[in-house]
């Protein structure tokens, strides 16, 4: 016979079970109804004008950067998207806007091919006025294979200084949607309506305004052709 003890551990168990799962569910709740939100606010923010960004140009073996020519040939500008053309062997395109950004909502539609060994990239950075060369990279999308690729984000202060980097998720879309907010010292980034990382740090006030970035690359020897579609790149600053 059980006792009316074990009875009321039980149903005490059982109330902070639903309690915690009713908590959850408020939360992913507000998660998804804030990304509603961004995404709203990006799809009326600013139209950026792609045609008038910069291809790079640039054969630099620099420690922590990829270590093989960057073409400009690589970077083709048409009807306000920029495809970027990963050849075979080693090699890559880079663009970025002429513009610099602090603070507000970045977002992006990107369409890419899962070529193994091809990393593709949507960041901010300033790389041409000396030290620091603040960088946060949105999203590094590294093709595991042709079926699945491993994305992730990451902040830096300089080129040798690294504050922060997310943990690597599974990717098998090919077709992804990107929002970035940045707020003070807040950031959060979504991919497909769902969050991928955030992070808060009080050093994210003194970065400089940055670049918008997108580049495509072979980090090392690939047999594979890869494609990155960047369009409807748009900025909202609240």
């Not at 970035?213 to 890869?226: H, I, L």
């Amino acid at each position: 016979m059980k006792t009316p003890t074990n009875d009321n551990g039980k149903k005490k168990l059982l109330l902070a079970s639903i309690l915690l799962l009713t908590i959850s569910v408020l939360i992913i709740a507000s998660q998804q109804s804030q990304y509603k939100s961004l995404r709203s606010k990006s799809c009326k923010g600013k139209i950026l004008t792609i045609k008038h960004w910069t291809p790079s140009q640039w054969c630099a073996p620099l420690q922590g950067c990829p270590r093989q020519i960057c073409s400009a040939l690589n970077a083709n500008i048409k009807n306000n998207e920029v495809v970027i053309m990963v050849p075979r062997g080693v090699g890559g395109g880079e663009i970025y806007s002429l513009e610099k950004y602090k603070e507000g909502t970045f977002y992006a539609e990107l369409e890419f091919s899962l070529s193994p060994g091809v990393r593709y990239a949507f960041f901010l950075g300033v790389f041409d006025e000396g030290e620091p060369q603040n960088e946060i990279d949105i999203v590094e999308i590294d093709v595991v294979n042709e079926s699945m690729a491993l994305v992730s984000g990451a902040v830096h202060w300089s080129a040798n200084k690294m504050l922060w980097a997310s943990p690597r998720k599974a990717l098998s879309e090919t077709s992804i949607n990107v929002t970035l907010t940045w707020k003070g010292s807040n950031l959060s980034v979504y991919v497909n309506g769902e969050l991928l990382w955030s992070w808060s740090n009080k050093e994210l006030k003194s970065f400089r305004a940055l670049h918008i970035y997108f580049n495509a690359y072979t980090p090392k020897e690939s047999n594979k052709k890869g494609t990155l579609i960047v369009k409807h790149v748009r900025y909202f600053k609240d």
